[in-house]
């Protein structure tokens, strides 16, 4: 099939959010689906004048630059107003080439206001996944407006994708038919996420856990800090957020350190802020654990990638880290925002090296089986193959008629 990807502000090629998560799940989906034998293209917004209109990404794939709005950085926030743009010239790309695609699968709320508005001028399915409801963000990266926009989203488009029971679960409550959802799990690259290969040194005699994502409040990094004073010895270092020159300068960073201040840990606690890409495998394989600890969330893709590479999960019980971490077998998980209970989990699980073993046994065979790009893929494809052929009997009853 010939495949449009939306994704106007997470290009695949950026590497300007290392620790985004977007981005990469445009970029290896569209890789593995490339290798199943699809053509894809990824649309994304230029925010550079100096892009090329189109750029080959690798076998199978290529990444268009779309111009709409000014070629240069914008926050998502601020990409509403330029949809309009971004539709008008989708939709002259679709009608007045030779490259009309058969399915068009939205990523991110406003790319998916973009591809429904030119995908129904000529006539194609579009499929949506949301990656994050703005009813699951504070109300800075949110809003009323955007809520309505994602509901009415998912009554028009022909399938919504979730990547996990519980957002699916969010997608209902928010309005959109039960009957317009599928769930597909996430992939992980179980070929760059191994147990093999370098690690970032460390202190072999010093217990490391790691996070990883973007430095807000609701991933709970500051209830790790605090039960960090049940862990004497150990080190908790975070991977994400600005670049290290700029960290000094980021208000949640500053805040995680006077938090560590606080409680007497600062001399355990490092921020390493963000890292490229490349290098983070071998930040999973430095840590004897890796702890996730939101307060809500939907979808987590450190604990995959950190499972991928054999290291246990602790996670907090809420949303996807739910689906992905099995208690008791590739980890634990405990009540968010309840330092002490986190604390507790993490002591036994550093002191207790066998159960350690065990944990990173079943959590590599889990990330590899469940979920390889290989199955997600194919799971993705039978959802395009079911739109695309509903679309063409619709267009063929109409034709009758």
């Known amino acids: 099939m010939r495949i449009a990807m939306i994704s106007e502000h997470a290009s695949p090629l950026t590497t300007r959010d290392t620790t985004g998560v977007q981005h990469r799940h445009v970029a290896e989906l569209s890789a ?31 990444v268009v630059h779309v111009p709409a709005g000014p070629a240069l950085h914008l926050p998502p ?63 800075a990266e949110g809003g009323p407006s955007r809520a309505g926009y994602e509901r009415a989203l998912g009554r028009a488009v022909d399938r919504v994708v979730a990547q996990t029971q519980n957002e699916a679960r969010g997608l209902v409550r928010i309005g959109v038919p039960r009957t317009q959802l599928t769930v597909v799990p996430a992939g992980v690259d179980s070929e760059r996420f191994t147990p093999d290969g370098p690690a970032v040194d460390r202190d072999p005699e010093r217990p490391r856990i790691l996070s990883v994502g973007r430095l807000v409040e609701r991933k709970g990094y500051g209830d790790v800090i605090q039960a960090m004073r049940y862990l004497p010895g150990a080190e908790y270092v975070v991977v994400g957020g600005p670049s290290a020159a700029q960290l000094a300068a980021d208000p949640q960073a500053r805040k995680l350190r006077a938090l560590a201040e606080h409680y007497q840990v600062a001399d355990r606690v490092r921020l390493v802020g963000g890292v490229p890409s490349a290098d983070m495998p071998r930040w999973y394989r430095s840590a004897d654990l890796l702890v996730a600890a939101p307060w809500q969330e939907q979808f987590e893709l450190a604990p995959l990638e950190a499972m991928a590479c054999g290291v246990p999960v602790i996670g907090t019980s809420v949303g996807g880290i739910n689906e992905t971490v099995v208690d008791g077998l590739t980890g634990d998980l405990v009540p968010a925002r309840d330092p002490r209970a986190l604390g507790g989990a993490l002591r036994r699980l550093v002191n207790d090296k066998v159960r350690r073993f065990a944990y990173a046994t079943a959590a590599l065979d889990r990330a590899r089986q469940a979920y390889s790009w290989k199955r997600v893929a194919a799971q993705v494809g039978s959802v395009y193959a079911a739109v695309s052929g509903r679309k063409s009997s619709e267009t063929g009853a109409e034709a009758t008629v």
């Open 32 to 62: 593995a689906l490339a290798e199943l034998g699809h053509e894809v293209r990824v649309y994304t917004r230029r925010d550079d004048p100096h892009l090329p209109a189109m750029v080959r990404m690798s076998e199978g794939v290529s």
């Open 77 to 139: 926030e601020q990409l509403l107003s330029h949809m309009g743009d971004f539709a008008q010239w989708l939709r002259t790309e679709w009608r007045d080439t030779d490259w009309l695609p058969e399915v068009a699968h939205a990523h991110f709320w406003t790319s998916g206001l973009a591809a429904v508005t030119a995908a129904r001028q000529v006539g194609i399915p579009v499929v949506q996944s949301f990656h994050e409801l703005g009813a699951f963000v504070e109300s």
